[in-house]
């Protein structure tokens, strides 16, 4: 990316120069891995656990000694979900460092050979189905004896962890803790937005991962730090920005990584060379965002059942919302009762259409909540 581009990037890592502060967690992050601990990252979603990850693996430490592997796993419903997308991922990472080394992964991955098509020059692609899976024991035990023999030392990190909680096979924490314990070749870092969950599988006795890492609670940005970033990058492309602007979008959305990026990014479009951007841009960009996206929230929020369309409001205008079960709770918002609720409250919690932080829900898409707070 050149100074031509806008550096405010919304989505992706793109590198050091774009990538504002984190030098303390990355600098932590960095040292704990190379010195043979695993870690649990854990972070409101939206707060860039993912960009950090990928910023400490593109540090000259790791990038030049460790094989690296991201794999999400937000979108999986079961262990064979897990199972295609760890593999996947490890040989699309492999790919581009040549046959012999892309080679020796699937010389390890037996149960699955016929699942790994090859192209007109032989270039390998992971064409597996999770029906193709018909042993996912078998399969993590081969994918585990690679990484525990691949020609470097590896770096897993699993995103959205928590989600191997909601899987049918109950078994997968102590697989997986198992398989990890003896893997001396590899670290891992598991990443987590639901606190409560990652809390559980970490620090609870009686589960298998207690105890088995370094927890990381990622903050929001410091503000100080952020400003600085905001104001450097409008200088450099000759360009000014009135700091109460960065201020309020700050204070506005809680410092959370993805709402700044998002408006700082159209802000320093709409400024042109020479000139400043204004508090009254800022307000024209969050109408600008919301505006653009109304459609997708209209139908969103009239696709709810009404009781649960009726707790959202309810949220919504409390901002951070808590004892929400409580019959004071239903009685302020004219809810039917703290039952009808706790139902609500569940069937938004697995849409990700709210959230939960130390007690206090709120809406988890702050720009649905400005668009309900002023059209419905």
């Not at 030098?23 to 010195?35: C, G």
């Not at 809680?254 to 990026?261: A, D, K, R, W």
């Not at 409390?318 to 409250?345: Q, Y």
């Amino acid at each position: 990316m050149t100074m031509k581009s806008n550096p405010f990037v919304t989505s992706g890592y793109a590198g050091e120069e774009f990538f504002c502060d984190r030098k303390k967690e990355t600098k932590d992050i960095v040292s704990l891995l190379t010195n043979g601990n695993n870690l649990a990252l854990i972070s409101p979603r939206r707060i860039g656990k993912t960009d950090l990850i990928r910023h400490c693996f593109a540090q000259k430490e790791i990038a030049d000694n460790y094989y690296c592997f991201i794999i999400d796993i937000y979108s999986t419903l079961c262990v064979e979900d897990f199972i295609n997308k760890l593999g996947k991922t490890i040989l699309e990472v492999l790919k581009p460092k040549g046959k012999m080394i892309y080679g020796r992964f699937i010389s390890f991955i037996k149960s699955l050979n016929t699942g790994i098509s090859y192209d007109i020059n032989g270039t390998p692609s992971w064409s597996v189905g999770v029906g193709d899976i018909k042993s996912p024991s078998t399969t993590l035990d081969e994918i585990f004896d690679y990484l525990k023999n691949a020609d470097k030392p590896c770096i897993v990190a699993i995103d959205e962890f928590q989600q191997i909680t909601k899987y049918k096979d109950g078994n997968i924490e102590a697989d997986l803790r198992t398989h990890i314990q003896y893997c001396s070749n590899a670290k891992f870092i598991f990443s987590g937005s639901q606190r409560h969950l990652m809390g559980n599988i970490f620090t609870s006795p009686n589960r298998p991962f207690y105890q088995s890492v370094t927890i990381i609670n990622l903050p929001i940005i410091d503000k100080p730090k952020y400003l600085e970033f905001c104001l450097d990058n409008f200088a450099k492309a000759n360009k000014k920005i009135d700091v109460a602007v960065i201020d309020k979008l700050y204070d506005d959305f809680e410092g959370v990584t993805f709402y700044l990026q998002k408006v700082m990014n159209i802000l320093f479009s709409w400024t042109d060379s020479r000139k400043k951007c204004s508090l009254e841009m800022y307000y024209e960009s969050i109408d600008y965002i919301i505006n653009f996206t109304a459609p997708i929230y209209v139908d969103l929020y009239s696709q709810l059942p009404e009781k649960q369309r009726q707790v959202m409001l309810a949220i919504c205008e409390e901002g951070k919302a808590k004892n929400i079960t409580s019959g004071d709770f239903a009685k302020k918002h004219g809810l039917p009762s703290p039952s009808s609720v706790s139902s609500a409250v569940k069937g938004l919690l697995e849409r990700d259409l709210i959230t939960v932080s130390n007690g206090a829900y709120m809406v988890y898409d702050k720009f649905f909540e400005i668009w309900m707070s002023r059209y419905v």
